[in-house]
């Protein structure tokens, strides 16, 4: 009995002791615990990543590594780091997580996936490596890289940045819309170097120049263009009253529609055009505005040109070569300096054999090069696959 009433009492004694114990360690647990306003804790600076895709079944690779299918609920170490999606049938993504220590310790990240539809890209060259980068809310996509022309592609319909390369050379860089209304084949340049002329100047050697600014097209592949600024310089005898001869030097300036140009022909190889060139100048003259540019002779005239041209197509700086006839039809104004009047007009007809040669900047890349192609492929291509 005596032992047993020992027990007892020690046990009692136990008791007491873990209660004075809880008592005073209980402000401690309350500290230790997580309140309901606050995110879990997680040791070591982790983050607790919530990540949902729709649809689900994507698998998720974290930096290479492959942790499972969507939806999925994992941590990730203090940093950046790199999450990849993959579904089939879907483009694969891939986005930047970042994990400071110091900020929220969860996070919740909800992707939607972009649908794959097929897009056919040719091109004028055979056999050019295709790179795409996504644009805009595409930039994540892993875009479908890597086919040659004439390829197919599965891409995600939006803005694409395309580039045809062969060899580390680039052929053609430009912008693409995959719309699902659009046909999803798309033929690009890529032999042609130029879409307008910035600038040209040309000289004969015979007392004929010529000046044209910012030459752009009228009417899309129709071959005709206009120049914002056009000025030709042509030095010609003009038969007068008493049988003399006076040689005008006339400046003969035209604007926008006043002047034209139509080209039709093709490539002969990639970097070299050959075509058909008609130009039309309607020179309203100096009188007409009751101003004189001293030291030169005013006109009114049409000019025609009708002849070839030949001119190279490499990136931006250009020569070209024309040969042809070309006819100036109109008045001289002579200019009294006493009376500061336009006095007489002459009327003139001139016609030239010409041969000039010039040079060109261009813009940037476009298959039209304001010709009216009458062949699509240059010619020593065409022969090529002929024999």
Request: charged share 20%; with cysteine.
């Amino acid at each position: 009995m005596g032992s047993r009433r020992s027990l007892l009492c020690v046990s009692s004694r136990i008791k007491h002791l873990a209660m004075v114990f809880s008592l005073l360690l209980w402000p401690l647990l309350i500290c230790c615990q997580p309140t309901a306003k606050s995110d879990s804790v997680i040791s070591d600076g982790k983050k607790t990543l919530i990540l949902k895709t729709s649809p689900q079944g994507a698998e998720i690779y974290l930096d290479g590594k492959f942790l499972g299918l969507s939806p999925a609920i994992f941590q990730i170490q203090p940093g950046t780091h790199k999450i990849r999606l993959v579904l089939e049938g879907f483009a694969n993504e891939e986005h930047l997580v970042i994990n400071e220590a110091a900020g929220c310790n969860q996070e919740e990240k909800h992707f939607l996936l972009k649908k794959l539809f097929p897009l056919t890209i040719r091109s004028e060259k055979r056999n050019l490596l295709i790179e795409v980068r996504g644009l805009g809310d595409l930039a994540n996509v892993l875009a479908d890289s890597g086919a040659f022309t004439p390829g197919q592609l599965l891409l995600p319909h939006g803005q694409y940045q395309i580039t045809l390369s062969n060899n580390h050379r680039v052929h053609y860089r430009g912008r693409l819309a995959h719309q699902a209304d659009r046909k999803p084949v798309v033929r690009l340049p890529s032999y042609s170097m130029m879409s307008y002329r910035l600038a040209s100047i040309a000289y004969d050697g015979a007392g004929i120049g010529e000046i044209s600014l910012g030459q752009v097209e009228i009417l899309p592949w129709s071959g005709i263009t206009t120049s914002i600024l056009n000025i030709q310089y042509h030095e010609f005898d003009i038969k007068m009253h008493d049988g003399f001869f006076y040689q005008a030097k006339a400046l003969m300036p035209s604007v926008l529609l006043l002047n034209l140009d139509w080209r039709m022909g093709g490539s002969v190889i990639r970097q070299l055009d050959i075509n058909a060139l008609g130009q039309f100048r309607w020179v309203p003259g100096l009188k007409t505005f009751s101003k004189h540019i001293d030291g030169y002779d005013d006109v009114s005239l049409f000019n025609y040109f009708l002849g070839a041209e030949v001119s190279t197509r490499l990136p931006y700086f250009n020569i070209f070569a024309r040969a042809g006839h070309q006819v100036y039809d109109g008045d001289v104004n002579f200019w009294d300096p006493v009376t500061k009047k336009y006095v007489e007009d002459k009327n003139f007809i001139s016609v030239n054999k010409l041969l000039m040669v010039g040079i060109s900047l261009h813009g940037p890349v476009r298959s039209s090069n304001h010709l009216l192609r009458i062949w699509k492929k240059p010619l020593l291509n065409q022969f090529r696959d002929i024999f």
